[in-house]
Structures are given as C-alpha cells and as structure tokens.
C-alpha cells in the first residue's frame, strides 16, 4: 500500500550550445521560420541577383497574399490540434458566391462581398459544429467538406467562370495597386498584412488566445481551468471561416476571375505553410507570424528556383523537404523538459 | 451539524491542531454515485474544518477518485448534498465548483505545458487591462498578471522557480506541482483538494510539496489531500478519512491510529465501529485493537465523536 519513493538525482544538465538553440526555439517559434528565410533569400538572390529586383520581390509578395491569407485560418486551426482539408473549397464558394451574386443577380459589390464573408462563416460554422457537438475528428470532417463545399461551389456555380469586367470595382478592389518606393503592392497584400497583425494580436495579447493556446495544448486540461473549450473551437473555426472568405476577395483580385478551377492546391499548400512556420500540427504551439514567413518561403521557393534557371520539380522536392525538416525540428524542440 | 470537539480529549503531540468546531468549510452529507450499477459512493460524508489537512485514504476503486470528483464538480452524485460553509451547493461543472472557492488540483494536474507560468496561474481566469486598450481591444494585463503571479508563489514559498515568464513544460514534476498549487490556493478559494500530488515526484520535490500543503494549512487553508502514500499523509494530516468500498470505513488521526491500522481498516482487515456520519466529525476514532475487528476496547475516547 505505501508507495516506495525513488530517490531520482535530478541534475539540471548544464546548458550546452545545442540546448541552449532547443530553448531559444521553443520560446521564439518564428525564428526559425525566420531565419530560414533570410537563408533562402540570400542564396537565390547569389543564385540569379534578379532575384532581388524590386519587381521580382512585389510579386512575389503578391503571389503569397492568397495563400498566406488562407494559411492564418489554417494556422488557428491547427493551433487547436486540428486540420482543416476544406480550407481551398470554402474560399472557392465564398468567391463564387461573391462574383455570382454580383454580376449575374446585381447584387451591389459591397453586399456581395459581404455575403461570400458570410458564406465563408457558414462554412467554418458547419466544419466546427461537426467537430464540437458531434464530436468527429477535424480530419474527417474537414475531408467531407472538402467535397461537400467543392459540389456546392460546381453546382452553384455550373462550372462558370466569372470575369473582372463583369464584376463590380469592389470585388476587384483587392488587385489594386499600392506603391510603397520601388515595391510595389496591392490592397490585398495590405489587406493580409493587416489580418496577419490582428489575428496575431488576438492570439497572444487577449484571453481568447490564450485559450485557443491552451484547449489545442490539452483540451482535458483547459476544460478543468474552465475553458469553455466547445465554445473556443467553434470560435475558432468560425473565425477562420470568415479570414476564408476574405481570402476569396483578395483572390478575385489578384486573379481577375472568379473561377472553380481556382486553389487547386490551396489545402495542401496552406498546411505546408503553417508547418514551415513552426506551428505544431499537434496544436497548442506556435504563431501566425511564423506562418507569414511560412508562406513567404514557400513564395521565395517557387521564384528564386525558377529564376535560378533550375527545374521546377525542384521546387514540389525542396517543399516536401522543408515540411518534414520542420516537422522534425518541431518534435525536437518538443523534447525541451526542464 | 457542528461537533463540539472537546480540546482535552484530543491526542497530544500536535500544538497546531485546527478547531474542529463551528461549521466545515467543506461539508458532504450521504453522498450516493452509481455508474450502472457499480457503486462508487455509498452514503459518504465528511467534513472538512478550517485550516486542517484532511487525508482520504484508500484502495484502488475505494471511492477516493469519485467522492473528490463530486466535490469538484467533475461528477454530480445521484443523492446527498454537498455543503461549503454550511451552505448547500450544487456543482454541475468544475467551474461551479471553483466559483465556490473549491478549487482542485487533479492528478493530471489540468496546466497547459505550453504555455508560461504566469499565464497558466491566471489560465481562464485572465485580466485585462485598464482602460480602453482592456475593454475595447480586450488586451491583457500581462505586466500585472506576472506580477501578481511571481508574489503569489513567493508568498507560498516557491523560491525554485526564478522566471515567471518560463514555459511549464520546462519546469520539474515538483515545480509544476508547485505552480498547480499556488493557482489552487490563489483567487480567494476557501478549500484546495489536491489528488495524488506527489505520486509522480522524487523525494526531494515530494517534501517540497508536503510543504507546501503545510503552510497552506497554516495560512487557515483547509486542505483535503489524496494520497497512496502513508508515511505521507501521517506526515501532514490533521485528520484521515478512509474509503472502503465505496464508503467511509471511519475517520481516524495521525495520533490515535498507527499506519498499519490505518492500512488494515483500509484494506477490511480491521473494522472501525462507527463510520463518521454527518455531524460526526471525529467519529470512530479509537485506535484498533489487536482483535479481529476492533469493536471493543475504544471506550475511552469513543465519546468524542457522539458523546459532546
């Protein structure tokens, strides 16, 4: 019955320059990612020096707002211990909702936007009712959705395409450039940065982020502490709904048509983005931030290899790389005990 | 309800001894919990008085787990009534159950690893700051809360633990104990159970929190302690309340009771006469004779439960 102690000599280990890095990681999660991309930026641009063309780098900062925009949504999720497959399908039908209603039922542009928002909502709405009431895995669910959202948006849409010219100037307005010295952007790159800065802030300067935190950490745990930890997941995939559908905006914008054939990759992509940006796949680790350098290495992949003169397959193989390279950074830096 | 504990008729050896008197700060009366029909509390009641260190010891499957899950709210039980300053309480959450100021620190120990330690004190329980930046953008008191945080667990003695800013999963099994408590006894709670603290520590960080739980006591915290371990719990417990079965085979002291009896009641080798029953705070306290069941021979000090 009595329980024999075990004397454990527990000796700190003295910190050596391996550990020390597993600390700094651990508390810092988007210096990796960071550093990462500083290394990547300076090898392409030794590479091919056009690589750091103003031009070259606008658009590739244009080319990532999509995706980046897709991948905070994502990010959040994932913090929460879970995964989100629709992320690609529920912009799309927000986008067509958006464009359909506005060009073919003369919805003003404002309006339309609005309502593709709220249909993006809708679907995180369902992903996280599944998740929370019904109580399936986010995988599973996410996975239905996935073609669930995808017919919805073929038979809304009947495989239509609609073009800038016949939308409203507020559907495009995300493509709009703006010019900050030889860079140069568009709203929609501003409009990321900014849902970037305030999902940033929500995570790590309010309560709800910190329960975010701390129901992906260990729900069982915030459920003790008093977590309504139900209501924070479905916030969370409420929230990420609705950045789902601004990222549909921004995507009219920059492609100038409202199109299904639109983020074929976007799901895949957008996991990719979060788990180079040091966010734990097993929730409760990580920030948004690391997922905008995330998305940005996947970007400066794709152009300094083109640039670099070097087949572009090299580009799908130095990803896949990447993601697992982080992966097992992340278990390491998960290893960190006292 | 209240016992009038005789002062004289207490065991000596123990200065500190709390007033077993007035009304408990903690208080359960006939609680009954079924799952099917496994019987997990079988009309158990207890009482818990203000600063003393109440021990429920017990087998696997005695009813340990479930009778503090119904204290803390994790379990509501099928009938009986919990009271907290003689006041009747019904918990239908664990949160109901800590805005009654009983607050639990479970086995799994309910922190949230990734998080620092002064988030984790302050974990659903946040504070924004003043002002607009508080209510409009809804922003935290950071600053504060590691203030508050880092007098907290100095007032509780917990010098180890230096950066408040740390992470708890870079803290030791002890440390994050220390942390679980110091959240426990924070908030102005009026009872702290704490289920199995040291079953995973070492024996320095056992003794750091048996410490703990010691100037807990002595701030006026009443205390109910889980544990296995009875070199442990005769170390720190005012009193001993034993499970058997699924009830309560008797209440005991450090002082009346060796360990052995304490562990032959445990295990039905031995029987105390009079399971403590509500108002009874102190019943059944004589210590167990030699004989098989221990019916005869308590005389002297049998009163003291029943008598005044």
Redesign the interface.
């Known amino acids: ?3 024999v ?4 000599g ?1 000796v700190r280990e003295s910190e050596t320059p391996g550990a020390r890095l597993q ?1 700094t990681l ?2 810092h999660p988007a210096i990796g990612p960071a550093s990462v991309l500083v290394a990547s930026v300076i090898a392409f641009s030794i590479a091919n020096p056009r690589f750091l063309n103003s031009t070259n780098l606008s658009l590739l900062v244009q080319q990532v707002a999509v995706l980046a925009t897709l991948a905070i949504g994502q990010t959040m999720i994932i913090l929460t211990a879970g995964i989100d497959l629709s992320v690609g399908a529920a912009a799309i039908l927000a986008q067509m909702v958006m464009a359909q209603t506005a060009a073919n039922n003369g919805v003003p542009g404002v309006l339309a936007i609005l309502l593709g928002i709220f249909v993006g909502a809708l679907t995180g709405l369902l992903n996280g009712f599944l998740v929370t009431r019904i109580k399936l895995p986010p995988f599973i669910v996410t996975l239905g959705t996935l073609s669930i959202y995808t017919s919805i948006g073929l038979r809304y849409s009947n495989g239509q395409s609609v073009y800038a010219k016949a939308m409203p100037s507020a559907l495009i307005w995300t493509g709009n450039y703006v010019n900050i010295g030889p860079y140069q952007l568009t709203t929609g790159v501003i409009l990321m940065l900014v849902l970037f800065a305030v999902t940033s ?1 929500a995570l790590t ?4 982020g ?2 975010v ?2 129901t992906g ?2 729900a ?8 309504k930890t139900g209501r924070v997941l479905l916030s969370v995939y409420l929230v990420a709904g609705v950045i789902f559908g601004l990222a549909a905006w921004i995507l009219i914008g920059r492609v100038g048509v409202a199109s299904t054939n639109n983020l074929t990759n976007a799901n895949l992509d957008s996991i990719t983005a979060v788990v180079i940006g040091g966010t734990s796949l097993f929730g ?2 990580g920030a948004v931030l690391g997922t905008l350098f995330g998305a940005l290495i996947v970007q400066t992949f794709q152009s300094g290899i083109s640039l670099a003169g070097v087949n572009s397959l090299y580009q799908v193989l130095a990803e896949g790389i990447l993601v697992i390279v982080a992966v097992a950074l992340d278990q390491w830096i998960r290893r ?3 | 309800m209240s016992t009038d504990v005789d002062a004289a008729s207490r065991p000596e050896g123990r200065a500190a001894k709390p007033t077993m008197s007035g009304t408990p700060t903690l208080e359960a009366r006939n609680l009954v919990k079924t799952f099917g029909h496994v019987v997990g509390l079988a009309n158990v009641s207890l009482q818990l008085y203000p600063g003393e260190v109440l021990a429920i010891i017990g087998d696997n499957g005695a009813g340990k787990s479930t009778l503090i899950k119904c204290l803390s709210g994790a379990l509501t039980p099928d009938a009986g009534e919990i009271l907290v300053d003689g006041v009747p309480v019904v918990f239908k959450s664990p949160v109901d159950a800590r805005l009654a100021g009983i607050e639990t620190v479970f086995q799994t120990l309910a922190v949230a690893p990734a998080l620092d330690i002064a988030s984790n004190l302050y974990l659903g329980r946040e504070e924004r700051s003043k002002g607009p930046i508080g209510k409009i953008f809804r922003m935290l008191d950071t600053r504060g809360m590691r203030e508050a945080a880092k007098n907290q667990l100095s007032d509780l003695g917990i010098g180890t633990i230096q950066d408040i800013t740390q992470k708890v999963e870079t803290l030791s099994g002890g440390q994050r104990q220390a942390v679980a408590v110091a959240r426990a006894a924070a908030f102005g709670s009026k009872v702290v159970i704490l289920d199995e603290p040291t079953a995973a520590l070492g024996v320095r960080e056992s003794g750091q929190v048996l410490a703990l739980v010691k100037r807990l006591r002595d701030r006026g915290m009443p205390v109910i302690l889980i544990s296995h371990n009875m070199p442990q719990v005769f170390d720190v417990a005012d009193r001993i309340h034993i499970q058997r079965l699924g009830r309560c085979a008797g209440v005991i002291t450090p002082q009346s009771h060796t360990m052995e009896e304490a562990v032959a009641i445990m295990t039905g080798a031995t029987t105390l006469d009079q399971p403590a029953g509500p108002g009874d705070g102190a019943g059944g306290e004589a210590p167990a004779s030699d004989g098989q069941d221990g019916r005869d021979g308590r005389d002297g000090q049998d009163g003291r439960g029943r008598g005044a």
């Open positions: 019955m009595t329980a102690i075990e004397p454990t527990q600390h651990h508390r802030y300067r309010t309560a709800w910190r329960h935190y701390s950490d260990d069982e745990a915030a459920r003790l502490s008093g977590i409760g680790r960190v005990r006292r």
